[in-house]
């Protein structure tokens, strides 16, 4: 079975960093794109971060988490990690890790999906 497993998230205060992870079960990791996803309450789910694990780990950041949080992935290990630096109140979701097409942001393609982890940043 595909299983993703997302973990990580807590409460922090503003300039805080958390560091997310994403264990993958049952699928070839390099055949997808690994993306971040949050919601906000009342808000509309967006794509955060992306990492295409088979193509030199190929990244895109959201413009508003650019150069605060960074994806990485372990290839042997089937994980990948949302490090999150300078968190701001805006930040405060829930975060989801999911895998999707190769290349892809769309989340409504995204077939596998995480539990999600709450990200609480205070101000």
């Known amino acids: 079975d595909v299983q993703l497993q997302a973990s990580g998230g807590g409460f922090v205060q503003a300039g805080g960093s958390l560091r997310l992870s994403c264990a993958a079960s049952g699928f070839s990791f390099d055949r997808f794109t690994i993306g971040w996803f949050r919601q906000a309450p009342g808000k509309e789910r967006e794509g955060v971060s992306f990492i295409r694990p088979s193509d030199d780990d190929e990244t895109y950041y959201l413009d508003s988490v650019a150069g605060r949080f960074t994806i990485s992935s372990d290839s042997t290990t089937n994980a990948v990690y949302l490090q999150m630096n300078s968190l701001k109140p805006e930040d405060t979701a829930v975060y989801y890790c999911?895998?999707?097409?190769?290349?892809?942001?769309?989340?409504?393609?995204?077939?596998?999906w995480g539990q999600g982890t709450l990200v609480t940043v205070s101000s």
């Open positions: 999911a895998a999707g097409p190769s290349g892809s942001r769309r989340s409504d393609l995204y077939a596998y």
